[in-house]
């Protein structure tokens, strides 16, 4: 999902001088594609979360309700599992623990993950606050899967990560998508679900996984019945 500069500067509340004066002051990620710059959608959410600026929710509302079809977060979760007492005493130990566990093909070079994994925590945290790291978000994973996954590794220590709130963190998601479309929808729902404080609880206190799915197929029931009500809305308007 590609943004023009004034699309960006919507979401982010500002002029569209200030996003270029940030392109090339701040490191706000940016493309030039036929002489213009372009921001992708993941990389200014994700920067934006990395500065402290607030950020339209309608960025990720809108790749949530984008033409791309995945399965419901819940599913994907059964998918790629949650792992509880994942060990690691650093943020290397634990990206290292963390791809050990990923449900990935035989043919996946771990160890190359694990370095790719480093390399972005490197180049900024992958930590959005609150005890939560979604690692690997600014460049999808995108493998030789057939279908995507969503895994949720709870540590057994919590972990200095350079978050943006600079708490540590206790909790990791990770996508693997086969393309990016999947990857911005998947990520979309994730950041609808950890705005809810009784999910964020749940995988903070490392709940059962019973108790962490029912939250978030109740999540998705109220999202799916609010969609229908303004379906319904919609039409009766017309």
């Not at 490191?27 to 934006?48: D, K, M, Q, S, Y």
């Not at 005493?89 to 070079?109: C, G, I, K």
């Not at 996508?175 to 479309?181: K, L, R, T």
Request: proline fraction near 7%; glycine fraction near 8%.
């Amino acid at each position: 999902m590609h943004l023009t500069i004034r699309q960006a500067a919507s979401y982010l509340g500002v002029p569209e001088r200030t996003v270029r004066r940030w392109i090339a002051s701040r490191g706000l990620p940016a493309h030039r594609v036929n002489e213009r710059f372009h921001c992708n959608a993941i990389e200014l959410w994700e920067w934006a979360v990395e500065q402290g600026i607030p950020v339209s929710g309608t960025l990720l509302e809108q790749a949530r309700h984008a033409p791309a079809k995945v399965p419901p977060l819940s599913s994907l979760l059964v998918e790629g599992g949650i792992h509880h007492g994942v060990g690691g005493r650093s943020a290397s130990e634990v990206l290292r623990e963390v791809v050990r566990l990923l449900p990935l093909p035989e043919s996946v070079d771990r160890d190359f993950l694990v370095t790719v994994l480093e390399a972005r925590e490197a180049m900024g945290s992958t930590g959005i606050g609150g005890g939560i790291a979604i690692p690997h978000v600014r460049n999808p994973i995108l493998l030789h899967v057939r279908r995507p996954f969503l895994s949720l590794c709870l540590l057994a220590h919590p972990v200095e990560f350079g978050a943006v709130d600079h708490l540590p963190v206790h909790a990791l998601f990770v996508v693997v998508s086969p393309d990016v479309p999947s990857h911005l929808r998947i990520l979309a729902q994730l950041g609808f679900a950890v705005r809810d404080v009784e999910f964020r609880r749940l995988v903070r206190e490392a709940a059962p996984e019973d108790a962490i799915l029912a939250r978030l197929e109740l999540l998705e029931s109220g999202a799916r019945q609010a969609t229908s009500v303004q379906g319904v809305r919609v039409r009766g308007d017309r």
